[in-house]
């Protein structure tokens, strides 16, 4: 079992729609939960964390939490082209290592 | 808003050779982190560093590889004798706590031929 599994995609969603991205992870005991995105050729950027079960808000971004279920999710509202890239998830494990999914390609048509 | 810094951004080297990537972390950032990224491949950990010393490393991470902090603000990656599997980019990383997130630099791509 891959330690954080995402579904490679495409997503392809129309301009101004929902994007909901999701990620499952394997070890219970990690507390830490990142989405970073990154545009081709380019590095990672942390848009979110998240920490405790529930919803957490930023602008047009929502993250997810279900640690019962070994769940993370990022919802973007009113989708733009300019938000079409990889969306990395990353848990942090109990030793202080961040560990990445593949990654979810996002593709956003106007 | 302060960034991490990484040079060279592009090395080509010949196989055998070594190489340096360097890295300069966010000043009051305490720990750092090296990844790599092969082309079209998740990102990957190499090693992390706290306090001087090496506090994690992978699989990944053999005796061809070795990290330095060699003053007070740079933060090396060295690989000894290149292979071409070595081919990939190399992302530093430095966190200011644990649970803060990483600040990537914008990468290092390496070329091993």
């Known amino acids: 079992q891959k330690e954080v599994e995402q579904n490679s995609g495409p997503l392809s969603v129309p301009e101004g729609a929902i994007a909901s991205l999701n990620c499952t992870y394997s070890?219970?005991?990690?507390?830490?939960f990142f989405w970073y995105r990154q545009y081709s050729g380019k590095s990672p950027e942390l848009i979110m964390s998240?920490?405790?079960?529930g919803d957490k808000e930023d602008g047009r971004f929502t993250a997810q939490l279900n640690k019962a279920s070994q769940y993370v999710s990022l919802l973007i509202r009113d989708s733009q082209p300019s938000d079409s890239a990889t969306y990395l998830c990353?848990?942090?494990?109990?030793?202080?290592?961040?560990?990445f999914g593949t990654g979810t390609r996002l593709q956003v048509f106007p | 808003e302060p960034e991490v810094t990484q040079t060279p951004s592009h090395q080509v080297t010949q196989m055998g050779q070594e190489v340096i990537l360097r890295c300069v972390p966010i000043?009051?950032?305490?720990?750092f982190y090296w990844y790599r990224q092969i082309l079209g491949q998740k990102v990957e950990f190499l090693v992390s560093?706290?306090?001087?010393?090496?506090?994690?490393k992978s699989e990944i991470f053999d005796d061809q590889f070795s990290v330095e902090r060699p003053d007070g603000s740079n933060f090396t990656l060295k690989i000894r004798s290149t292979k071409l599997e070595d081919s990939a980019m190399y992302f530093c990383?430095?966190?200011?706590?644990?649970?803060?997130?990483?600040?990537f630099g914008s990468g290092t791509r390496l070329t091993v031929v």
């Open positions: 990383a430095s966190s200011g706590g644990l649970i803060l997130g990483y600040t």
């Open positions: 070890d219970r005991g990690s507390q830490s």
């Open positions: 998240i920490y405790s079960n």
């Open positions: 990353a848990v942090l494990r109990p030793n202080d290592k961040l560990i």
């Open positions: 000043s009051n950032h305490l720990y």
């Open positions: 560093f706290y306090n001087n010393e090496i506090s994690e």
